[in-house]
């Protein structure tokens, strides 16, 4: 079966917390990685070699392969003007493309909204994970979020099908009252169908899946999981989201952070290798970013927030390598001791969004921005 042919899918993947960019993709050979960095610095022959300048860090095991054979680009220096370090504030910015206001409209919304301006699939955005991100929302956008999908569904709880029917028409009810109307009633009576509608649709994906592939027994790997089989039961979803939290290392950077990117590293590898089982991974993009870098010089346990970060994209579709330039480490370069940016966020965004999506970007992320090639 041909799957190209099929619509482009993009997943998102959340790092929440700050990533550590330069222990992720770490310059080994540079001698001010490693003064500064006495304490959380990755030894040199520990490093699995990119280049003779930066290699990955060795959790990455599963990401090194796949770039091996071209499927991962690396788009070095992210970030934005006057870079913020609040978590919150930060992480808002990357969700509404805002850097100077506060803004409701998250840029995947907008996504989803152009790509079913008429709302036909309530389905066309799915989110993996407790509440909805805000680069999501978008009013009159439906958008599924799913806690468990084995267990997902509303009022799943009660097992005689008259009495779980009798309570879905009162919780119907509910969301669309008799008396009462006006926008925000309507909003409301939408968003609760909407919910009931994605709840029934999506619970009939599980049986559907069949796979030799096991996924790991963390909450990514799992996520990634539930993703492939909503994937591959073909509901037209477009837009999929999850994130991994627990990047904050300002302590225990040393056993935290390896943990985690060995959870990331694996969790995307059985992802990849579950699509490539189905002939499924030619029209699936993967993007995985996190909010801000982190200090180059340690804190004697782990690091502090900082600016300048990495992101990944996955899959084939790209053009794999190293896109942008590594960020300076030298003093004199450095923005109040951390990493410079070199690329705009919207700009990576705007790649995906035209080259991958075929939407206009300048809507979706506020303006013309360079660039990149690796799509």
Not at 219 to 244: C, E, H, M, P, W
Not at 320 to 337: F, Q, R
Request: hydrophobic fraction near 35%; proline fraction near 6%.
């Amino acid at each position: 079966m041909t799957t190209t042919k099929k619509d482009p899918v993009l997943v998102v993947v959340q790092l929440t917390g700050a990533n550590d960019y330069m222990n992720t993709v770490i310059p080994y050979t540079n001698p001010l990685y490693h003064d500064n960095r006495p304490t959380v610095g990755i030894p040199q022959d520990q490093v699995l070699p990119i280049d003779d300048q930066v290699g990955f860090n060795p959790a990455l095991g599963s990401i090194k392969n796949l770039y091996d054979q071209g499927k991962v680009a690396i788009i070095n220096g992210v970030g934005y003007p006057d870079p913020n370090r609040s978590h919150f504030r930060s992480m808002d910015i990357w969700h509404t493309c805002e850097p100077e206001k506060i803004a409701t409209e998250g840029w995947l919304g907008r996504v989803i909204r152009d790509l079913d301006p008429t709302a036909e699939n309530v389905l066309t955005g799915v989110n993996f994970g407790r509440g909805l991100p805000r680069a999501m929302a978008l009013p009159g956008v439906p958008v599924a979020s799913v806690g468990n999908l084995e267990t997902y569904g509303v009022l799943t709880g009660i097992s005689d099908q008259e009495r779980r029917t009798q309570a879905l028409d009162i919780f119907a009810r509910m969301y669309t009252p008799v008396s009462g109307t006006g926008p925000v009633m309507d909003y409301l009576g939408q968003t609760g169908l909407n919910a009931l509608k994605g709840a029934d649709i999506l619970k009939t994906a599980p049986a559907k899946y069949r796979s030799t592939v096991e996924y790991g027994d963390n909450s990514i790997s799992q996520n990634l999981k539930a993703i492939s089989q909503v994937l591959l039961a073909d509901l037209g979803t477009r837009i999929f989201y999850t994130q991994q939290s627990g990047f904050d290392t300002h302590a225990n950077q040393v056993p935290t952070q390896p943990m985690l990117l060995g959870q990331l590293s694996q969790g995307i590898g059985d992802f990849y290798t579950d699509l490539r089982e189905h002939d499924a991974s030619e029209n699936v993009l993967m993007f995985v970013f996190t909010e801000f870098g982190r200090r180059v010089k340690d804190n004697g346990s782990g690091t502090d927030h900082g600016s300048g970060g990495m992101s990944m994209v996955i899959g084939d579709p790209v053009n794999g390598g190293m896109h942008s330039e590594y960020p300076s480490l030298k003093e004199e370069d450095l923005l109040e001791g951390d990493l410079h940016f070199n690329i705009d966020f919207r700009g990576v965004y705007g790649t995906m969004v035209e080259r991958w999506l075929g939407l206009d970007a300048k809507p979706v992320v506020g303006g013309n921005f360079e660039q990149l090639g690796f799509l």
